[in-house]
C-alpha cells in the first residue's frame, strides 16, 4: 500500500447516480432506502438475518438459535434443516418457472445447451444417485475437476443434495496442485472429464487426474464425463464413465435434510504462508449470503438473462455461477472458454446471442478487452444489458469509463464488487439502483456488513488515510475455519485485531463514505484476479536443485493486474542460461499450473537482505516495477546487492 495509490485515487471526483428507469424498477430505489436498511441489519443483525432468511430460503425445519457466537466461531440457524440444491432446483418446479431456463451453456467450439429447471433438477437427482451408487455417503468430500460444462454444476448440485462436501479444484492447477488437495481434504472421489477446450486445445485433465493419483492417498473412484473425445486410460474398478452410470440410475433421489451448519464446500486459496488453506463454507449461511446479495446487487428480476464469466474453479463461480442465481430461479448463462476464442468479439457475440442482461466479470478481462479495442463491441447489439459488474481485483477508473461507455452504452450501472473467497459472498458494493457509483470504489457496505478500517493497534484511521480493511462483526457466510487447521484459521483470519476479521487488504474510506480498496497487504499475488502466494512459488523454485534461493513479488501489469517476478540465486558452479530460466518456469507452471507462469526470471549472486535476514520484497518489488526505491534502506545489510540487481536491470 503506497502513498502513490491513495493519491491517485484521491483525485477521482466522477461520480454517476443510479439512471432513472433502472431505479424506478429496482429492488432497492434510494441511497435513503438502502441507508435505513443498513442502519437496521447492523443494529438489529440477528432479526435482520432471521427475517431474511424466513423469506428468501425455504426450510425443511425452522432454527432454533440465530447466531451462536463463540469468536471466532459461528453457527448461524442452529437447530433449522435445509437444503442447498432443494433451494437452487426443487422449489423452483413451479408451473411458472419449471420450463424457464437455468442454464444456457455454450461450449467453445460454439456447441450450446440449455437446461430448463425441470432437466436440471433430473440431471441433478440423476447424478446424486450415481454418487450413493458409487459409495458416496453424507460428509464424504469430492473433488471435481472438470470444464466449464453443465456437468460441472450439476455434480457440486449433486453432492449438496446428498450432502456431500465439494472440493472444486479449477481446471488450470496442476497434477501436484490436485493431489495436494485431495489429501489435505482426504477426498474419497474424483469426478472430472476427459478434457475440455481452451483456445482451440484440448486441456487434458483426466491425465492431469491420472499423474494426480500417483500420489493421492485416500481417491477411491473416478468418474469422467466425456467432453472432448480425446484418448484417456480408464482403470478397470477405479474409473467409470458418467454417461454409463448415469444409465443406470433412477431420477428419483428426494434431498437430505441437512444442518443449518453441514459442511458444503471446501475451497482452496492461497495465503502468504504455508500451502494452500482449504476455505470450508457451511450450508445455510452460504446460501443466504449468496442469495440475497445476488437478489440485491444484481438487482435480479424474473425476466433477466445473468451472466457471470468467471469459472466454477473459483469462488465467484461458486456463488454467482451457480448457488446465488438458482436460489433466484434466475437464468445463469455459461461459456466454457477464452475471452478471445476466435476472436475478441466472442462475449459480445454471446451478449448478443441470448440477450443477456446482467454482465458480471473481472477487470484483467476488461483491460484485455479495452485493449483489443472498441470495433469488437460495436460489431454487436448488446442493447439488452441493464447492469454490468467487476470483481477480483481493484478496477482502475479507465477500465471502469471504458466498461460503463463502450459496454454498457452509458446506462448501465456498474457494480465494483468487493469480497473473497473467505467472506463467500459480496461484502461491499454500490447496489445499483440505490448508490452514486464512483469509477474505483466499491462504494458502500452490503446489508449486515460493518467494515473499518484501522492501524495496526486497531485504532480507526482518519478519514481518506490508508488502513487495513476489517469487518467487525460475524456475517452468515463467513468461512467457518481452515479445513484440518483451525489454529491457521484463528491466528490468520482473527489475531491480528482483537474480536475482528482481519481480510488482509488494505482501504481507505473517503469523506462520502465510499470505500476503496487499495490491494493485498501481504506476500499474495492477484495475478488477472487469482490470488496466488509468492511463497508456494518460492517453494516451487526452490524444488529445482540449481536453486539456492528464491523471492517472488508482484509487479503491476497493464493487463494482468500484477504479474510474477522471480529473483533467484543459484547454487555454485550452475551457470544462470536460459535454458535454467526455462526450466524454472516450468517448474512453477508444473507445481501451480500454466496461470502461476512467471513472467519474469531474474538471476542474482545474493537477494537483499535485513541484518537479521530477511528479504526485502519492498527492493525486489520496485526494481521489478523499474522504479526507485524510495523509504528506509538503513536495515539493508549489503548495499552492493541493489547497486548490482539495478545495475543487471539496465
Ligand atoms: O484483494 C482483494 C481482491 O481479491 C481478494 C480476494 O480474492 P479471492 O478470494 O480469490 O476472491 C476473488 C473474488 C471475490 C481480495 O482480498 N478483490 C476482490 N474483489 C475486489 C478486490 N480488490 C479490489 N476491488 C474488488 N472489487
Not at 214 to 229: A, N, P
Not at 476 to 490: H, V, Y
Not at 595 to 619: C, H, N, Q, W, Y
Request: neutral net charge; hydrophobic residues 35%; charged residues 25%.
Amino acid at each position: 500500500m503506497s502513498n502513490k495509490d491513495i493519491s491517485s485515487s484521491l483525485k477521482e471526483s466522477r461520480s454517476f447516480p443510479p439512471p432513472a428507469a433502472f431505479q424506478s424498477r429496482a429492488h432497492i430505489k434510494s441511497e435513503e432506502q438502502y441507508q435505513q436498511l443498513w442502519n437496521y441489519s447492523v443494529e438489529n443483525p440477528e432479526k435482520y438475518w432471521s427475517e431474511q432468511a424466513e423469506s428468501l430460503l425455504t426450510w425443511f425445519k425452522k432454527w432454533d438459535k440465530t447466531l451462536e457466537w463463540d469468536l471466532p466461531h459461528a453457527k448461524w440457524f442452529s437447530g433449522g434443516k435445509i437444503n442447498v440444491s432443494y433451494n437452487c432446483l426443487d422449489r423452483h418446479l413451479t408451473p411458472e418457472r419449471r420450463k424457464k431456463p437455468a442454464i444456457i451453456w455454450e461450449g467453445e467450439p460454439g456447441d450450446s445447451r440449455t437446461l430448463t429447471y425441470e432437466d436440471l433438477h433430473k440431471e441433478v437427482c440423476q447424478f446424486a444417485n450415481v454418487l450413493k451408487s458409487q459409495g458416496i455417503k453424507k460428509g464424504d468430500r469430492v473433488t471435481v475437476y472438470m470444464p466449464l460444462v453443465p456437468e460441472l454444476a450439476i455434480a457440486i448440485l449433486a453432492c449438496t443434495r446428498i450432502g456431500a462436501t465439494h472440493c472444486v479444484i479449477f481446471g488450470g492447477f496442476s497434477s501436484d496442485a490436485i493431489a495436494d488437495r485431495n489429501n489435505n481434504a482426504e477426498s474419497k472421489m474424483v469426478l472430472t472429464a476427459d478434457g475440455g477446450w481452451r483456445r482451440g486445445q484440448v486441456v487434458e485433465l483426466k491425465k492431469n487426474v491420472d499423474e494426480a493419483m500417483l500420489k493421492s492417498k485416500s481417491v477411491e473412484k473416478i468418474i469422467v464425463y466425456q467432453r472432448c473425445k480425446n484418448t484417456v486410460t480408464m482403470k478397470d474398478g477405479r474409473d467409470f464413465w458418467w454417461h454409463d452410470l448415469m444409465a443406470k440410475v433412477s431420477a428419483d433421489c428426494p434431498a437430505e435434510e441437512l444442518d443449518s451448519e453441514h459442511p458444503l464446500f471446501i475451497l482452496y486459496t492461497s495465503g502468504s504462508t504455508g500451502s494452500p488453506k482449504g476455505i470450508l463454507h457451511t450450508t445455510a449461511g452460504y446460501l443466504l449470503g449468496a442469495t440475497i446479495t445476488s437478489k440485491y446487487v444484481f438487482d435480479l428480476k424474473e425476466d433477466d438473462v445473468y451472466w457471470c464469466t468467471a469459472d466454477i474453479g473459483w469462488v465467484t463461480g461458486h456463488s454467482y455461477v451457480v448457488y446465488g442465481p438458482l436460489a433466484n430461479g434466475a437464468t445463469t448463462v455459461m461459456y466454457e472458454g477464452a475471452p478471445n476464442t476466435p476472436d475478441w468479439g466472442r462475449f459480445w457475440n454471446i451478449i448478443e446471442k441470448y440477450k443477456v442482461s446482467i454482465f458480471y466479470t473481472a477487470p484483467t478481462a476488461i483491460r484485455a478487452f479495452a485493449k483489443a479495442g472498441e470495433e469488437w463491441p460495436n460489431k454487436h447489439n448488446l442493447k439488452t444489458l441493464r447492469l454490468l459488474g467487476s470483481v477480483g481485483e481493484p478496477i482502475n477508473p479507465e477500465a471502469w469509463m471504458w466498461y460503463q461507455n463502450k459496454i454498457g452504452g452509458g446506462n448501465c450501472p456498474v457494480v465494483d464488487t468487493w469480497w473473497q473467497t473467505e467472506t463467500g459472498s459480496i461484502m461491499i458494493s454500490p447496489l445499483p439502483g440505490a448508490t452514486a457509483t464512483v469509477p474505483g470504489s466499491a462504494t458502500r457496505p452490503f446489508f449486515g456488513v460493518q467494515p473499518a478500517i484501522v492501524d495496526k493497534e486497531g485504532v480507526p484511521v482518519e478519514e481518506g488515510k490508508g488502513g487495513f480493511l476489517i469487518i467487525k462483526t460475524p456475517w452468515p457466510s463467513m468461512l467457518r475455519t481452515i479445513w484440518g487447521d483451525d489454529n491457521r484459521f484463528k491466528e490468520q483470519y482473527w489475531s491480528q485485531i482483537k474480536g475482528c476479521y482481519f481480510t488482509g487488504d488494505g482501504a481507505r474510506r473517503d469523506e462520502k463514505g465510499n470505500y476503496w480498496i487499495l490491494g493485498r497487504i501481504d506476500d499474495v499475488l492477484n495475478v488477472s484476479g487469482h490470488r496466488l502466494s509468492t511463497m508456494e512459488i518460492e517453494s516451487a523454485l526452490v524444488s529445482d536443485p540449481a536453486v539456492a534461493e528464491a523471492a517472488v513479488v508482484g509487479a503491476p501489469h497493464d493487463l494482468k493486474g500484477e504479474s510474477i517476478h522471480c529473483f533467484v540465486t543459484l547454487k555454485i558452479g550452475n551457470a544462470p542460461t536460459d535454458d535454467v530460466r526455462k526450466r524454472l518456469i516450468d517448474v512453477v507452471v508444473k507445481h501451480i499450473g500454466a496461470f502461476a507462469r512467471p513472467e519474469a526470471v531474474r538471476f542474482t549472486d545474493s537477494l537483499p537482505k535485513t541484518r537479521s535476514g530477511k528479504i526485502m520484497r519492498r527492493l525486489l518489488r520496485d526494481i521489478a516495477a523499474g522504479r526507485e526505491s524510495k523509504g528506509d534502506t538503513s536495515t539493508l545489510e549489503d548495499f552492493s546487492v541493489l547497486a548490482k540487481l539495478r545495475e543487471d536491470e539496465n
